[in-house]
């Protein structure tokens, strides 16, 4: 089986068959990664061009840690020092480096839509590395990826997504995969980072945090979008860490073998304290390490593999 698609721009896109293909086909390249000389010769003579907007640690350094570890040549841009602070569109610009022969376009972007307009103008693959409060499938994917490690089964997982919900663009992804698989989502945080009728997504919501995490087998906890809301959607990050931080004694009314995710960066002692995120129960570095297989994937299935 082969993936039948030029782009990845989002989780709601994709069927049960193609996530389990990447899932499957990411299997092969993390024991790529565990080798002593870790890379393959499958993308030798591709380009990848990472061409992030928005600061970035994990994704940045994970899709261009997978592009080498496949052969392929990699350029990072960068905003700061292109000819779009002279007036240049993204659009213009991406020409450009499809001009130059690129092969695939990895975009971070603020404005929801930015990578779905550049897949549709561009021969180029465009993978969507994040856009504004959208989208970040890949996220969702090695997420997937850590959850089929663990637990096996998708199907009746109970999932709690805990925090700011409307501006996380991890949330939507994970909402649209999960539930696609047959886990039971619950989704919790103030009413004011709630969206309206998110429930028609298939999700249960909670506004207590204790009833949300009452049995899960899985806590994934979120950043607070602090750069996305443009106001106070909250009283203070004190208020915030009493109400919705997870603590040790919180996530003792979770399942026992419960696990506890973070897509990063952490901000310890605001949304989970130091304990529960260094905890036996964490798997927040299984995801980082995992993030490198399933954009491995990503790239290689892209490109045609099968």
């Known amino acids: 089986m082969s993936l039948k698609r030029k782009d990845l721009l989002g989780m709601r896109d994709l069927s049960v068959e193609e996530v389990t293909l990447i899932l499957e086909t990411a299997d092969s390249f993390k024991e790529v990664s565990g080798r002593d000389i870790k890379k393959v010769p499958t993308l030798r003579g591709k380009t990848v061009v990472n061409l992030f907007f928005e600061p970035s640690t994990r994704t940045r350094t994970s899709f261009e840690l997978a592009a080498k570890r496949l052969s392929a040549d990699v350029i990072n841009f960068t905003t700061s020092t292109s000819s779009m602070v002279k007036g240049e569109t993204l659009l213009d610009t991406a020409s450009n480096i499809q001009a130059m022969r690129a092969d695939f376009i990895v975009l971070r972007h603020p404005a929801a839509g930015a990578p779905h307009i550049l897949a549709r103008a561009l021969q180029a693959s465009v993978i969507n590395a994040g856009d504004g409060g959208h989208e970040h499938p890949t996220q969702a994917l090695l997420d997937l990826f850590t959850l089929r490690e663990k637990k096996r089964e998708f199907r009746g997982l109970r999932v709690a997504i805990i925090g700011d919900i409307s501006h996380s663009r991890v949330a939507r992804s994970n909402i649209f995969a999960l539930t696609k698989l047959g886990a039971e989502v619950r989704i919790a945080g103030p009413p004011t980072m709630i969206p309206r009728d998110i429930e028609h997504l298939g999700v249960s919501v909670f506004y207590n945090l204790d009833e949300a995490l009452a049995g899960v087998d899985v806590i994934m906890m979120l950043r607070l979008q602090l750069e996305r809301q443009g106001i106070a959607l909250f009283p203070g990050i004190r208020e915030y860490a009493t109400c919705y931080g997870l603590t040790p004694e919180r996530l003792r009314m979770a399942s026992p073998d419960v696990l506890v995710m973070h897509p990063g960066p952490i901000?310890?002692?605001?949304?989970?304290?130091?304990?529960?995120?260094?905890?036996?129960?964490?798997?927040?570095?299984?995801?980082?390490?995992?993030?490198?297989?399933?954009?491995?994937?990503?790239?290689?299935?892209?490109?045609?593999?099968?």
Request: hydrophobic share 50%; no cysteine.
């Open 267 to 306: 901000n310890r002692g605001v949304e989970i304290s130091a304990e529960v995120a260094d905890s036996v129960s964490s798997v927040i570095l299984d995801q980082v390490t995992n993030g490198v297989a399933v954009r491995m994937a990503v790239l290689y299935l892209l490109s045609g593999g099968k």
